[in-house]
């Protein structure tokens, strides 16, 4: 499949612990989305990457989450140092180039933190 | 923050009855976007209308958008136990800023 692609699917770890999420976009977009969703509730955006851009930092919701991209494909969402609050689905999404195209979505990584 | 809200936050229906879901939303925007999501995982891409269209269709589905009113719709017709599912609008406001509402959970009874 030609799809996006998030690993693990499921993550479980204890509070305290560091959490690496990986997201696959689909080959050829530049455009990458990393969002989370609570149970029952709506995406949560958390940070944008276009091209070379700088990315858009402005949902990260603290200073312990952090995002990479590197060679404008593979994206890695680390989370250290977890809360149970953190516990969320993580989604990830990808367009040809930029905001306000079709976001086309991988299956999400699920993250409880005990 | 949230630009796009859907309403209502819940819809039970019974298989062939017609739902409608709306959007709300607070900025001008370039085009507004609607997604399903099953069971909690990743979303899929439904339909895209423009900031300059009033109305578009895709099959069973029909959105229409009120700038005036900074509102959307989403009928589906004929619904079909596969609807089920929560649905969400996605704004693109001229800032370049996508965002997306809390959803609408639509339940077709079969």
């Known amino acids: 499949g030609a799809g996006v692609s998030q690993s693990p699917s499921n993550k479980v770890t204890e509070k305290g612990k560091d959490v690496e999420l990986r997201c696959d976009p689909i080959?050829?977009?530049?455009?990458l989305y990393w969002y989370r969703q609570s149970l029952g509730q709506g995406l949560e955006f958390l940070i944008y990457?276009?091209?070379?851009?700088?990315?858009?930092k402005s949902g990260l919701p603290s200073d312990r989450f952090s995002a990479e991209r590197t060679g404008g494909s593979v994206s890695t969402l680390t989370i250290q140092r977890t809360q149970q609050e953190d516990s969320a689905v993580y989604l990830c999404?990808?367009?040809?180039?930029?905001?306000?195209?079709?976001?086309?979505f991988g299956p999400g990584t699920r993250l409880l933190v005990l | 923050s949230q630009q796009g809200e859907e309403d209502p936050q819940a819809l039970s229906i019974q298989e062939g009855e017609n739902a409608t879901m709306n959007c709300s939303y607070k900025?001008?925007?370039?085009?507004l976007q609607w997604y399903r999501q099953n069971s909690g995982r990743g979303l899929v891409h439904l339909i895209l209308i423009r900031s300059n269209e009033r109305e578009k269709h895709s099959g069973r589905l029909r959105v229409t958008l009120d700038t005036s009113k900074k509102s959307s719709s989403l009928l589906i017709t004929a619904s079909r136990a596969a609807d089920t599912a929560s649905y969400f609008c996605a704004t693109d406001a001229f800032k370049n800023d996508m965002r997306f509402g809390a959803g609408t959970r639509l339940t077709v009874k079969p």
């Open positions: 900025t001008s925007i370039n085009n």
């Open positions: 999404a990808s367009s040809l180039q930029s905001r306000g195209e079709t976001q086309y």
């Open positions: 080959s050829g977009h530049t455009a």
């Open positions: 990457f276009q091209g070379n851009s700088a990315p858009d």
